[in-house]
């Protein structure tokens, strides 16, 4: 049976308290998982903290750069090792963890630590009151001790999202993996030590959120900064735990998003989008879209034939052949999406496709599948348009006038991203100005260059991170003011 450990000042540590980690697909059991208490938590604070000044806090920029990159690299090589694990933890198609999750999760090192090695300081010459003159220039240090908590929708690639500007900035990490997939966060464990990254830099601790290793870290007073990946109510937590020491947090959390499609954009590729936003990882992307809002034009033609490509994502395990769509993460994530099933059937909703549950053989009727649904003629209050479900459906409605979309799109407490499809460049401009959002797709989604801000508006988030924007929260801006 397979054991994941923690993994602290370099070394894998078991604990005497294990849970296990079961695979969506089919539920069964891939592992167990070591669950870190209060005292391992702390020894990877500890770590952590040592690590600081240690070699790590001494190495030179360049090192650390070569060192990174040799992480991404050593990821690349053991590739189809952490393919496998997340496929296993997540059960999501092959197609979509080859091209998207692991290549990402090496990516994450090689852009930031180029961003860090490249990105210039600011200067300001100045005449002082006595005739004379000084020099005022910027330089960044790291911000120390990084809590990293993270979820399980994109396990490697949101982790190291994180931990690689972190790790660039000159951080130390104790990254809190989520319960639901532990595997690639250890993996990483034996990439750091396999490349020399010295110990303490990158620690990990496992378990559960409150009362266990996600509380503890947060809470803990030798961590100096905490980034988060979560559920908003998670979030609105973890601030409050970061309040004690006014530590400084970084937060991507939850999203309602819409989706508006405009009766002139390229039809085709708009229900191909929208296909993807909707239905990719099953759903579970923060990013996805849930509400729909189609010009009334085109409704029926659009819901028509995104109903035919909902109906065509074939259900089955990660590696078979032609799987468009594999479970939700586990039971419990499957009962809450399900329960929105029957919640927007209660509240009236004409049921498009889908609704419930696919027929799946074998052992695989054990696993979490639930079918992708779309629902039409709920009135905007509906609780399936008002609250994150994080799983693979969403409602379409139908809009007369630009300024109709921006609002019905803007109505959510929520601000995380916005897909919109329109050939019209004036359009689609006016539009990317007025949405209450920290990422507007225009003809695209989830397209993505790291150099760019991402993050939350509204109850989606706190800060931005990506390109320079990371090292804002990954690093303290100290002003040097020379008198000459
Ligand atoms: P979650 O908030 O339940 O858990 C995330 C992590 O927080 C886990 O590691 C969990 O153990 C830990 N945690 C839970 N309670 C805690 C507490 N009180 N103190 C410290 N740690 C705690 O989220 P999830 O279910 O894993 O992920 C799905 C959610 O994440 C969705 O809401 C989704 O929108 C959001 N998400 C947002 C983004 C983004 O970029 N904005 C990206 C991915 C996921
Ligand atoms: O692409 C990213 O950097 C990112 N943070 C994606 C978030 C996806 C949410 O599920």
């Known amino acids: 049976m397979k054991q994941y450990m923690n993994f602290i000042g370099g070394e894998f540590v078991a604990t005497g308290k294990t849970f296990e980690n079961r695979a969506p697909v089919d539920n069964r059991v891939l592992g167990q998982v070591h669950e ?22 001494r190495m030179t920029v360049t090192r650390r750069v070569e060192l990174l990159h040799a992480v991404a690299d050593e990821i690349n090589r053991r590739f ?21 999750d692991i290549p990402r999760g090496a990516a994450n090192f090689k852009v930031f630590a180029d961003i ?25 240090s790291p911000l120390g001790v990084i809590g990293v908590v993270c979820p399980w929708n994109l396990p490697l690639l949101l982790m190291t999202w994180k931990v690689g500007p972190a790790l660039a900035c000159g951080n130390t990490v104790v990254v809190k993996p989520s319960e639901e997939t532990p595997a690639t966060a250890t993996l990483l464990g034996e990439v750091m030590n396999a490349v020399g990254i010295p110990p303490g830099v990158y620690n990990v601790v496992h378990g559960f959120g409150p009362g266990s290793a996600g509380e503890f870290l947060t809470r803990h007073p030798g961590v100096d900064g905490i980034t988060f990946t979560g559920e908003t ?22 999203g309602k998003n819409a989706g508006i499609v405009f009766a002139d954009a390229d039809f085709e590729k708009a229900v191909a989008g929208i296909t993807r936003s909707a239905f990719e990882n099953c759903g579970q992307v923060c990013l996805g879209t849930e509400r729909v ?3 009334r034009s085109i409704f029926d033609r659009f819901v028509a034939a995104l109903k035919a490509k909902a109906e065509a994502l074939k259900p089955g395990p990660s590696e078979e052949t032609g799987v468009g769509i594999g479970p939700l993460i586990s039971q419990e994530h499957r ?10 059937v209660r509240d009236g909703a004409t049921v498009v496709t889908g609704g419930g549950v696919p027929a799946m053989k074998g052992a695989l009727a054990e696993g979490h599948w639930v079918q992708p649904t779309i629902w039409t003629g709920l009135p905007e209050s509906a609780a399936v348009i008002r609250e994150e479900i994080f799983g ?60 760019t801000a991402f993050g939350g508006a509204k109850a989606s988030g706190i800060g931005r991170e990506g390109g320079v924007h990371s090292l804002e929260f990954y690093t303290e801006l100290r002003n040097v003011c020379i008198k000459l």
């Not at 870190?36 to 806090?57: K, M």
């Not at 090792?81 to 080859?98: I, Q, R, Y």
């Not at 009962?335 to 927007?344: D, N």
């Open 36 to 57: 870190a208490g209060a005292e391992e938590v702390d020894a990877a604070v500890r770590s952590a903290r040592a690590a600081l000044g240690g070699e790590w806090g």
């Open 335 to 344: 009962q809450k999406v399900l329960s929105y099933y029957e919640r927007a």
């Open 80 to 100: 189809d090792e952490f393919l496998a694990a997340e496929m296993a933890d997540t059960g999501k198609p092959h197609a979509l963890a080859s091209h998207v």
């Open 392 to 451: 693979p459906c969403c409602h379409i409605a139908p809009f007369d006038t630009e300024e109709e979309a921006i609002a019905l799109a803007n109505a959510t407490d929520y601000g995380l991203a916005t897909t919109v499809w329109t050939q019209n460049l004036g359009r689609a401009h006016r539009v990317a100005k007025q949405v209450q959002v920290g990422i507007c797709w225009i003809n695209s989604w989830f397209l993505r260059d790291l150099r």
């Open 233 to 254: 109510r998670t979030g609105e937590a973890i601030m409050a735990a970061a309040a004690k020491g006014v530590r400084p947090v970084s937060f991507e959390l939850g």
């Open 116 to 140: 860090v090695k490249n990105v210039p300081s600011e200067s300001f010459e100045m005449a002082t009151p006595d005739g004379g003159q000084a020099l005022n220039y910027a330089v960044r």
């Open 293 to 295: 809002y189609v010009e």
